[in-house]
């Protein structure tokens, strides 16, 4: 039964990362057929992201009263019907307010089945669910250009996705009796509901939250603007810049296969200390006057690094905090990390356009050093109320 739930579970996370590129890809399209300023990607993304924020604070609450299996069939049945109505989307207030399910959706998916496996499950499986989130993230494009491609263009494509989701909603709810066979052992009803400004209070959850910003800001500062820097720092071609971007991708999605396999002899903390030094290796690599060529190996390390961070860090939080508490805390924790998605690319940006792109690197290591200092305190707290 176990095992099955499992596959469920995974299954849900390709879910969850399939739509994720969606809005990207499509745009081209979207903002000449709607008449759109191109800028407005950034509008509707944001309308996104902060639907997952609210969804992730109020998710501890929610789970305590409906159930983790409930409130994962109801926010991806959200999703599915959020992203077929993005494909009849007639207008930019339809567009903006589709993205209020997509994002409450997806926040409560991911911050309820993150708590599930970190309790249930081994850190191995941590590591591979992300990767499967990996997998999806990247087949939404590739199935959205193949229907741009054709007549029926990005609306067939989100019709094509939003039926994949529609699919994913009934095994979830042909499971029930899978879910229902776990609930024995499930401590949900145990958890605590706290609110946030309690839950600051705690020790150790500040750092926990600084960690998940400054990685999430990692991450996405180099989906948002790397490209850019390859183009106007290493002078390649946009196409060349987004091929090499693919490698930071594959970096991400492959390391967390391979990492799934060590966490099978190598305990989280370590894992997460590798991974954030070989992130620092790949921004040192961007920073030096090294060949354009040189360029896709260091983000293809910055990719392999961030690989073991994020799903260590959630697997670590019922031990740091304890299983009563490790559902507030992961809403808590992936709150900081889409505001680390929704604010720090932008600040970026805006130190970029004033200093340089050049300073991409330099972000990076900065990120990085602050996550060194976070997670060794952590470590140390959670070592001496342990002692």
């Not at 990362?17 to 191109?38: F, N, R």
């Not at 009934?170 to 499930?186: E, G």
């Not at 401590?187 to 600051?200: A, G, H, Q, R, Y």
């Not at 200093?355 to 990076?364: C, D, E, N, Q, T």
Request: hydrophobic share 55%.
């Amino acid at each position: 039964m176990a095992t099955l739930l499992l596959i469920v579970i995974y299954l849900c996370f390709i879910g969850l990362g399939l739509p994720d590129s969606l809005l990207g890809t499509a745009w081209p399209a979207i903002y000449v057929q709607l008449h759109l300023p191109m800028s407005f990607e950034a509008v509707a993304n944001s309308v996104v992201t902060m639907g997952t924020i609210l969804s992730s604070l109020n998710a501890a609450r929610m789970i305590k009263k409906f159930g983790t299996f409930r409130i994962v069939i109801t926010s991806t049945l959200l999703t599915a019907c959020a992203i077929i109505g993005y494909g009849f989307v007639p207008n930019l207030c339809c567009l903006l307010l589709l993205g209020i399910p997509m994002g409450l959706g997806a926040g409560a998916i991911d911050t309820a089945l993150n708590n599930y496996l970190a309790l249930h499950y081994q850190a191995s499986h941590m590591n591979w669910l992300h990767c499967f989130w990996g997998l999806g993230a990247m087949a939404g494009p590739l199935v959205m250009s193949v229907f741009m491609k054709r007549a029926s263009g990005w609306r067939s494509g989100y019709f094509a996705i939003g039926a994949v989701q529609m699919t994913i909603v009934l095994i979830l709810v042909l499971s029930i009796p899978v879910w229902k066979a776990q609930k024995d052992t499930n401590p949900e009803e145990e958890s605590v509901v706290i609110k946030l400004f309690d839950l600051l209070k705690i020790k150790g959850v500040k750092l926990a939250m600084l960690t998940f910003l400054c990685y999430c800001a990692t991450e996405y500062t180099v989906v948002c603007w790397g490209s850019t820097y390859l183009v106007k720092n290493r002078a390649v071609t946009s196409a060349q810049a987004a091929g090499w971007i693919s490698l930071y991708y594959l970096g991400i999605t492959a390391g967390r296969m391979l990492c799934g396999f060590i966490a099978l002899k190598v305990n989280n903390r370590r894992l997460i200390t590798a991974g954030l030094s070989v992130v620092l290796l790949g921004a040192v690599v961007l920073m030096l006057p090294l060949p354009a060529s040189a360029a896709p190996v260091g983000l293809a390390l910055v990719g392999f690094g961030c690989a073991p961070v994020f799903p260590g860090m959630l697997s670590e939080t019922p031990k740091h905090f304890g299983k009563s508490l490790s559902q507030a805390v992961i809403g808590a924790e992936l709150t900081a990390a889409y505001l680390g998605v929704l604010l720090l690319p932008v600040g970026f940006g805006f130190l970029a356009t004033h200093i340089g792109m050049a300073l991409i690197p330099f972000f990076i290591a900065f990120l990085v050093l602050a996550m060194f200092v976070s997670t060794a305190l952590l470590n140390q707290i959670n070592s001496r109320e342990n002692a």
